[in-house]
């Protein structure tokens, strides 16, 4: 019985430890961005879980940095924003290419967006609920829209 104890505190700590090494946190303009660095290139949030972004109090215009950790940043993660409900915009950066799930999701206060060229791919669900959101300008380059990317933002119907 202790073995197995032994054994299940090993595996617990060899799965969370790189989980915890993907957090970094640094701070831009009174803002503390949490991101993850994955191959030189800097997501914030994360990629594979959900880790906001930024603390869930920040309200008014926010504009997402270019670098992080001195790493370009060229993802905004799953669930980055999520219930982010006081911020009004958001203006990503050129170099960004993705936009994860539920990136945006029930971000109520938001009213603009700016998406660069640059952005390929926007996963599901990234604007779900922005029940403020009233313009939304799609650049030429998304290649890959996901379902219901913009359900329940009725101010775009």
Do not use: H
């Not at 930024?54 to 950790?69: D, H, N, Q």
């Not at 967006?113 to 403020?132: E, H, K, L, M, Q």
């Not at 030429?140 to 359900?151: K, N």
């Amino acid at each position: 019985m202790r073995k197995v104890k032994k054994m299940r505190k090993l595996l617990i700590f060899s799965v969370l430890m790189p989980l915890m090494a993907l957090a970094n946190t640094e701070t831009i303009d009174g803002i503390t961005w949490t991101y993850s660095v994955r191959d030189g290139q800097a997501t914030v949030g994360s990629d594979s879980t959900d880790v906001r972004a930024i603390p869930s109090g920040t309200f008014g215009a926010i504009t997402v940095p270019s670098k992080l950790g001195d790493c370009p940043v060229t993802g905004i993660g799953k669930g980055a924003f999520e219930s982010c409900t006081r911020v009004k915009s958001v203006t990503i950066p050129n170099g960004v290419t993705r936009i994860g799930e539920r990136a945006f999701y029930y971000c109520d206060s938001l009213t603009e967006v700016t998406i660069p060229s640059s952005v390929a791919s926007i996963g599901v669900c990234a604007f779900y609920g922005c029940n403020s959101l009233s313009s939304v300008v799609l650049p030429l380059g998304v290649t890959m829209i996901e379902e219901s990317l913009f359900s329940g933002c009725a101010k775009l119907a």
